[in-house]
């Protein structure tokens, strides 16, 4: 925005041209219903759900891709939710450099995205976890690299210290089952700096989501007068923030391992330092299966030539290392 001197008026201009050039580069997604409910069929989906998971997995095959590309039909605007979802997610995905905007099939991320999301029972906020933590991979934020000065003597030698760093890290990303009281347990700080970057990160991906949403309704893309706005809004992914808990309950669990502690006697030694979490085994579990899909979708980056080998090795190196640390 500037102001023009002359102009006796003081009018001010914005320059709407990048903008634009987003619209117009992702205008060739507007997908029907019939296509999606044949795919969310195939898929063996549950109607009302069109997730991340969902829109890439679509995009799998080149075929299938190819009927994605569609022009927006004022004349017949979209009216379903799950038409407005997946059409949302599939431009935040190209924006994003995870779909390819000529042909709609998956980029090196795209692929190991879809990598890390195959097979059942991935839930809604590991999918959003998976995503993210590949962006931070692509930012290198998410690694074995401190942030902030530490106060206590970190236990366990460099490479241990540098393991633990990378694995709390990732499994911060997931969100961990609280009971309804006043937080207990330990803090780090490093932990609470890198979770700035994930609240940025999220907040960003969902401000993007709202932005593509009210687009397709300015535009007159879809039909307006109708009663599922909210179930709209809660489709979108990153509703809400994640806090470090899973982070910190990893941290001290391989902290007590480090210091000689069986599995067994570590995860005993992180119930009792974190009462309230409903259960640290169960959560400590999702969090080993996020970090295995993960792992898949490193392995992916790397073969494709996308991320570096010191990247790819801090990876493995955390991950053999885990094996036998694992209760």
Same mark, same amino acid.
């Given at each position: 925005?500037?102001?023009?001197?002359?102009?006796?008026?003081?009018?001010?201009?914005?320059?709407?041209?990048?903008?634009?050039?987003?619209?117009?580069?992702?205008?060739?997604?507007?997908?029907?219903?019939?296509?999606?409910?044949?795919?969310?069929?195939?898929?063996?989906?549950?109607?009302?759900?069109?997730?991340?998971?969902?829109?890439?997995?679509?995009?799998?095959?080149?075929?299938?891709?190819?009927?994605?590309?569609?022009?927006?039909?004022?004349?017949?605007?979209?009216?379903?939710?799950?038409?407005?979802?997946?059409?949302?997610?599939?431009?935040?995905?190209?924006?994003?450099?995870?779909?390819?905007?000529?042909?709609?099939?998956?980029?090196?991320?795209?692929?190991? @995205?879809?990598?890390? /999301? *195959?097979?059942?029972?991935? $839930?809604? #906020?590991?999918?959003?976890? &998976? !995503?993210?933590?590949?962006?931070?991979?692509?930012?290198?934020?998410?690694?074995?690299?401190?942030?902030?000065?530490?106060?206590?003597?970190?236990?366990?030698?460099?490479?241990?210290?540098?393991?633990?760093?990378?694995?709390?890290?990732?499994?911060?990303? @997931?969100?961990?089952? /609280? *009971?309804?009281?006043?937080? $207990?347990? #330990?803090?780090?700080?490093? &932990? !609470?700096?890198?979770?700035?970057?994930?609240?940025?990160?999220?907040?960003?991906?969902?401000?993007?989501?709202?932005?593509?949403?009210?687009?397709?309704?300015?535009?007159?893309?879809?039909?307006?007068?109708?009663?599922?706005?909210?179930?709209?809004?809660?489709?979108?992914?990153?509703?809400?923030d994640v806090n470090v808990a899973l982070g910190l309950v990893c941290k001290h669990y391989l902290e007590r391992i480090?210091?000689?502690?069986?599995?067994?006697?570590?995860?005993?030694?992180?119930?009792?330092?974190?009462?309230?979490?409903?259960?640290?085994?169960?959560?400590?579990?999702?969090?080993?299966?996020?970090w295995t899909r993960l792992l898949e979708a490193v392995g992916i980056l790397f073969k494709t030539n996308t991320i570096?080998?010191?990247?790819?090795?801090?990876?493995?190196?955390?991950?053999?290392?885990?094996?036998?640390?694992?209760?």
């Amino acid at each position: 925005m500037h102001h023009q001197p002359n102009d006796s008026h003081g009018s001010a201009h914005v320059d709407a041209t990048p903008l634009n050039t987003v619209y117009e580069k992702t205008n060739s997604w507007n997908v029907t219903r019939d296509f999606i409910d044949a795919e969310l069929r195939s898929q063996k989906v549950c109607v009302n759900t069109v997730t991340l998971k969902f829109c890439i997995s679509t995009l799998e095959n080149a075929s299938v891709a190819t009927k994605t590309i569609t022009k927006p039909h004022p004349d017949q605007p979209l009216e379903d939710k799950n038409e407005i979802v997946a059409n949302v997610l599939w431009k935040t995905l190209e924006i994003r450099d995870f779909v390819t905007s000529s042909k709609h099939v998956h980029t090196p991320w795209g692929k190991a @995205l879809h990598v890390s /999301l *195959k097979g059942d029972d991935v $839930s809604r #906020p590991m999918q959003e976890a &998976l !995503l993210t933590a590949l962006e931070l991979i692509r930012f290198e934020v998410l690694t074995n690299k401190t942030f902030s000065k530490t106060y206590t003597r970190p236990l366990g030698n460099e490479l241990e210290q540098k393991n633990i760093i990378l694995l709390s890290r990732a499994l911060s990303l @997931l969100p961990i089952k /609280l *009971k309804n009281m006043q937080w $207990s347990g #330990p803090l780090n700080r490093d &932990l !609470l700096v890198f979770n700035s970057f994930v609240k940025a990160l999220n907040r960003s991906y969902r401000n993007l989501c709202e932005m593509l949403t009210l687009s397709f309704f300015l535009n007159g893309l879809v039909v307006k007068d109708r009663d599922d706005y909210f179930e709209i809004n809660d489709s979108l992914p990153y509703m809400a923030d994640v806090n470090v808990a899973l982070g910190l309950v990893c941290k001290h669990y391989l902290e007590r391992i480090v210091e000689g502690q069986s599995a067994i006697e570590a995860l005993a030694s992180t119930e009792k330092a974190f009462p309230t979490c409903v259960s640290v085994k169960e959560d400590l579990e999702t969090g080993f299966q996020f970090w295995t899909r993960l792992l898949e979708a490193v392995g992916i980056l790397f073969k494709t030539n996308t991320i570096s080998a010191d990247t790819f090795n801090m990876f493995s190196n955390a991950n053999e290392w885990l094996q036998n640390r694992k209760f």
